[in-house]
Nanobody, 119 residues
Framework: QVQLVESGGGLVQPGGSLRLSCAASGSIFSINAMGWYRQAPGKQRELVAA???????NYADSVKGRFTISRDNAKNTVYLQMNSLKPEDTAVYYC?????????????WGQGTQVTVSS
């Protein structure tokens, strides 16, 4: 069974840092792009950051300079380092990956991890 498992969310004060991790497991042939999305209450899910298999990255304007996405291909894991967190970063964060499984490439989502930025 292929799955994405996230960890690292929690409660942090404004200005603080958190590191999210997402590990892909199962019968995976290869992993293409990986990314992090977030959804705040009453808002649509939005892209936070993405990284290709070659390491090229893309960020939402709201997190540029504060968040860093990286991946460890040997561990099938993607990370999101979040610094200088703001209350408006509060959301459920979801991992996303394009995984080659069997004869096809499929879009997978993690279960989500809550990030709350509050004093």
């Amino acid at each position: 069974q292929v799955q994405l498992v996230e960890s690292g969310g929690g409660l942090v004060q404004p200005g603080g840092s958190l590191r999210l991790s997402c590990a892909a497991s199962g019968s995976i042939f290869s992993i293409n792009a990986m990314g992090w999305y977030r959804q705040a209450p009453g808002k649509q899910r939005e892209l936070v950051a993405a990284i290709t298999s070659g390491g090229s990255t893309n960020y939402a304007d709201s997190v540029k300079g504060r968040f860093t996405i990286s991946r460890d291909n040997a561990k099938n894991t993607v990370y999101l380092q979040m610094n200088s967190l703001k209350p408006e970063d509060t959301a459920v964060y979801y991992c996303n990956a394009d995984l080659a499984v069997g004869l096809g490439v499929y879009d997978y989502w993690g279960q989500g991890t809550q990030v709350t930025v509050s004093s």
